[in-house]
């Protein structure tokens, strides 16, 4: 019979425990950090109850004559789950500290406005790159954030506006509860 050396135990620990640290942390925590991650493929469970909502971006522009309408990500070039994937996560975040995606400690409206205005300044910039995009890019004046709550089925109820970004001013303002 052969015994295994202390030294080889040793470096089989330390492997084993590199691999075990940050998934026993990704279980305790609630982070969705792929591939530490306590979620299979980022699934949560939706109930009856669970609020459920949708973002979205609706270009304004200068002449009356042309009425806002609803920015397609897919028309500037952009695929539409990974941008709203990043939108939440990154820049628009959630209030919940215990949330597994995009939760700003501290966070104040002045770097919730700048996080958005760099996010729609980078919209912006790509909607003039894209042949499609080109459309929703003349005579921009700006972009109504809004969120929309889902039933159950998936369909629109409340519509509020978050804010607005001034394509001029290269600035998101907050708006949500002003008058």
């Not at 969705?32 to 979620?39: G, S």
């Not at 028309?75 to 939440?88: A, T």
């Not at 996010?119 to 912006?124: C, D, N, S």
């Not at 809004?146 to 708006?175: C, M, W």
């Amino acid at each position: 019979m052969q015994t295994v050396s202390w030294g080889y135990k040793i470096y089989a620990g330390i492997v084993i425990g590199l691999f075990l640290i940050p998934e026993i942390t990704a279980v305790v925590l609630p982070l969705e950090n792929w591939p530490f991650t306590c979620a299979p493929m980022f699934a949560h469970y939706v109930g009856e109850g669970t609020a459920r909502y949708r973002f979205r971006f609706i270009a304004e522009y200068a002449k009356e004559s042309r009425p806002p309408r609803e920015i397609s990500i897919n028309d500037i070039g952009l695929r539409q789950i990974k941008v709203m994937r990043y939108f939440f996560g990154k820049v628009y975040g959630s209030i919940d500290p215990r949330a597994p995606w995009g939760h700003f400690p501290n966070d104040t409206q002045e770097a919730f406005e700048a996080r958005l205005s760099r996010f729609f300044h980078g919209l912006t910039l790509q909607m003039k790159k894209k042949k499609k995009g080109k459309k929703y890019a003349k005579g921009l004046k700006g972009i109504r954030l809004e969120v929309i709550r889902l039933d159950i089925q998936n369909r629109p109820g409340e519509v509020h506006t978050v804010g607005r970004y001034s394509v001029k001013e290269r600035r998101f303002a907050h708006g949500w509860g002003r008058r």
